[in-house]
């Protein structure tokens, strides 16, 4: 066939016509190939791709077909995280239905992508707001209700008074809802909880089966965010009242230097403190400021510690000392009891509040230096808290011990008399799941005054997110409102009842997304048994660093709880982890406010679906920020020319023949390019199982392409089996890459079937084997020339070609040779003096 000019539209759209009406990424279990499950994060359905979806999808596009070609079974699918804030807050915007507008943004996203040529399973496509979708995830909470994975209670939550809903602690970056940068405030209501808490110990334990597959920063972020502490929790009785006070802490060492508490204003027994001092409206004024304060900026170590005494004292349980109770801004209820213990000489934040108020400091850790000279730490003289290791005075029968030896023998001591055990805390809290917008899943369970609350019975779902909603132009739930939507039966009695208007969070959808493309047209069952057991887990998970303790934690919860609860066996869902770097323009991340945005749109028009991938590849390491740059893409369009050109060229004289199949060179040329070729394949190979460094795989390929170039006229006609070979393996190798032009020479080549049936090349170890190599001469350690020498010459004529190079000889004058080192085919080392 004539190629004529390379016009990227023209090939672009007939080779995607031929794969979608071959068929060719569909995929069913087959048990005779092993299979690979790569996967890219699905993207929430904003109606426009931008440039880091592009990077995203293609990166998992080269694997799936790298892998594919390997001989593997490939499940690579799509589709849409269609739920949740974004698309309401867009439809309020645009004054429409948030159902019409997803839709919508869903065709125009699925048209994007098929434009860029992804190799994706369309059947498989779901969207996360479709009932069919969301039935499945009612009937998990069902279900985790049972096992008692989910519950109910009345607590502070973060609300964000822009989106008018409730934010789980994830949702919250420095004091700011994730979603649109507004204050976040504190607010008590009755949510929906998963007992995340349950797995914290298997979700840190697991982290180690991840090791090495996800990327380190992660595994930390994660074990950080879980945040396992080993401690002990002491019981203070509190004077004059039937209560107790317990605590968790770390440093059970310094209880004897506790000289008073700190709780959080939160804390249940804030209001028994208080209930008969004179003060009782101060505190309560202080309490509210603080509860509605941010909890991550109350947990912040440059906050200003401020606090409230409560009129009360508590007795510390080792010496009897009275300790005074304060209310304090910077004690949180979500980590530990909502209590601390103050040790204002050992520990900096109290040292500050002690200071502040004027509270007494009492030094328990004595420096080792000044112990061994008799001494004591003066509390007068220190200017922060001392927090190093050390020897207990002040500690009645503990003195003289090792602080580390004494945290748990005080806490033995302590546990005969009822008053204190060793404890293990989690900084990790249970994910709440409510969320007080329409946009989402609805939660299912009934509301009976008599009976409580209800489950829906799983015959009656899915319960359906009613579609003649109106959405409020303030964000809030039109739900409540719709009589047709809450008025229900109650289930177990038959009396009126009123339904759940709280929708999930959703997270939750995007926890479990990945199980149901194992199967997702099965309309008996959430997640087929045997497609789960084949497919899962994801072999190869991509997406962006944002997302590593948020959806990364809920999904590997999520895995655990649905095999607890008989749904699944898989341990953990994703095996290895890549997450990408962003895509810079004018050295700052694209954003519409900044007029830096690049249409990936735009982009195809003017160069074609294939440079656009070539570009984004190449330009850096996926791990690493890429910088947008209208001159690399231009690069990568004249590549490709370059590459059609060359095909082009020698049409006529090319064979239909297997990439590396050429194995008899009968003049110099043709061994030469048949050794740049067989290294080509071994390169490209390597540097994409290599951590996916397609940089550097392109180069290789480039690299290639200029040696045919530069061979083309003495082999052209002499030896066009050789060029033929090369091109073959040329197209092969970067066909993952830009697979439209790869496609489109193949065929002028005369091959007569796709590229996706083709094997990943191979290379012959003999076929890198030189007959002559370069071998450098160094004088002293300093290289002086080079020559041209047979392969694996003796070592002695190394030697005497080196001494007789020209420019070494004059670095040899009047001087004595007194040893030669010959590394054999590298290089030879003449020491003289």
């Known amino acids: ?50 440039m880091g979806h592009v990077r995203n999808y293609s990166i998992g596009d080269v694997v799936a077909r790298f892998k594919s070609m390997q001989g593997f079974n490939v499940l690579h699918p799509m589709g849409w995280d269609a739920f949740g804030l974004p698309a309401e807050n867009a439809a309020i915007k645009n004054e429409t239905h948030p159902a019409t507008w997803t839709v919508q943004n869903i065709s125009e996203m699925r048209e994007q992508l098929q434009r860029l040529g992804y190799s994706y399973d369309w059947r498989r496509e779901i969207a996360t707001c479709r009932p069919e979708y969301y039935q499945w995830e009612q009937k998990f909470f069902l279900k985790f ?34 979603r649109c940068d507004s204050e976040v405030e504190q607010k008590d209501m009755e949510q929906w909880f998963l007992r995340i808490t349950d797995y914290a110990d298997e979700l840190l334990k697991d ?153 007494s400091l009492k030094t328990v850790i004595n420096p080792p230096a000044l112990h061994e000279e008799g001494k004591v730490l003066a509390e007068s003289e220190m200017e ?25 023998a005080i806490v033995e001591h302590l546990d005969k008399s009822g008053l204190g055990e060793m404890a293990v805390n989690y900084r990790l809290r249970d994910w709440n799941v409510s969320r007080q917008r329409f946009w989402g899943a609805p939660i299912p369970v009934i509301y009976c005054d008599d009976c409580g609350v209800v489950p829906v019975p799983e015959d009656q779902l899915p319960v359906l997110l009613p579609e003649n909603a109106q959405v409020r132009k303030d964000g809030k739930s039109p739900l409540p409102e719709m009589e ?49 057991d084949y497919w899962m887990n994801v072999d190869q998970y991509i997406g962006g660093i944002e997302h590593a303790i948020l959806h990364l934690l809920y999904s590997r919860f999520f895995t655990k709880a649905l095999r607890d609860t008989g749904f699944i066996k898989t341990d953990e869902p994703f095996a290895n982890l890549l997450t990408q770097g962003m895509v810079l323009k004018d050295g700052g991340k694209m954003s519409k406010s900044k007029g830096n945005v690049v249409d990936p749109n735009a982009m195809i028009n003017e160069y074609g679906a294939d440079a656009t991938r070539l570009f984004i590849l190449f330009a850096s390491p996926p791990v690493k920020e890429l910088e947008w740059s209208d001159q690399g893409l231009e690069g990568a369009f004249r590549f490709l020319s370059r590459l059609w050109r060359l095909v082009e060229g020698m049409e006529g004289r090319l064979e239909a023949v297997a990439p590396t199949s050429f194995n008899d ?20 190979t390597r540097d994409i199982e290599n951590e996916f460094q397609f940089n550097t795989a392109i180069a290789a390929v480039m690299e290639l392409v200029n040696e045919m170039y530069g061979l083309r006229d003495e082999l052209a006609d002499a030896d066009p089996k050789a060029m033929s070979s090369a091109i073959a393996t040329a197209v092969t190798l970067l066909s993952p890459v830009a697979p439209h032009i790869c496609e489109e020479l193949w065929n002028a080549m005369g091959h007569e079937t796709s590229l996706t049936a083709q094997p990943w090349p191979t290379y012959d170890e003999a076929a890198l084997v030189k007959d002559e190599i370069t071998m450098v001469v160094q004088v002293n350690g300093k290289m002086r020339g080079k020559f041209q020498a047979p392969n694996n010459a003796p070592k002695d004529a190394m030697e005497k070609a080196a001494l007789e190079q020209e420019n070494v000889a004059k ?23």
């Open 665 to 684: 060179p009968q003049v110099a040329a043709a061994k030469k390019l048949r050794f740049k070729e067989h290294d080509t394949v071994r390169r490209v």
């Open 811 to 833: 670095f040899l004058e009047d001087k004595t040779v007194r040893k030669v080192i010959v590394v054999p085919n590298k290089l030879v080392n003449i020491v003289a003096n």
């Open 207 to 359: 982290l180690d089966m991840l090791d090495g597959g996800w990327p380190e920063r992660v595994l930390t972020m994660q074990r950080n965010w879980i945040g396992k502490s080993y401690g002990a929790e002491l019981t203070f009785q509190v004077k004059d009242m039937d209560e107790t006070i317990t605590v968790f802490t770390t440093r059970p060492d310094t209880l004897f230097g506790a000289t008073f508490m700190s709780v959080a204003a939160e804390h249940p027994m804030v209001e028994k403190l208080i209930a008969d001092v004179d003060n009782k409206a101060e505190i309560e004024e202080f309490v509210a400021n603080i509860r509605n304060m941010d909890r991550i900026k109350r947990g912040a170590d440059d906050l200003e510690k401020e606090g409230i005494f409560t009129g009360k004292y508590c007795i510390n349980p080792v010496n009897g000392e009275e300790v005074p109770i304060f209310v304090a801004n910077f004690v949180l209820m979500g980590y530990g009891t909502g209590a601390v213990m103050a040790v204002p000489a050992h520990d900096q934040r109290d040292f500050e509040f002690a200071r502040k108020y004027d509270l």
């Open 145 to 178: 209700l049972e096992k008692g994975l989910a519950y109910r209670k009345n607590s502070p939550q973060n609300w964000c008074p822009s989106c008018n809903t409730v934010l789980a602690n994830e949702q919250v970056e420095e004091g700011l809802c994730w």
């Open 1 to 50: 066939m004539a190629l004529g000019k390379y016009e990227p539209e023209k090939i672009e759209k007939k080779w995607q016509q031929i794969w979608n009406e071959s068929g060719c990424f569909e995929v069913e279990v087959d048990h005779d190939k092993p299979k690979y499950y790569v996967l890219e994060m699905f993207p929430y359905p904003s109606g426009k791709i931008h």
């Open 384 to 408: 922060e808290a001392y927090t190093a290791p050390g020897i207990l005075v002040n500690s009645g029968d503990f003195d003289g011990m090792e602080n580390e030896a004494a945290k748990k």
């Open 484 to 532: 047709e939507f809450v008025n229900c039966t109650c289930p177990k009695c038959g009396k009126a009842a009123r339904r759940e208007t709280d929708t999930f969070d959703t997270f939750f959808e995007s926890s479990w997304y990945y199980l149901r493309y194992c199967d997702p047209r099965n309309e008996e069952q959430a997640l087929g048994n045997e497609e789960t």
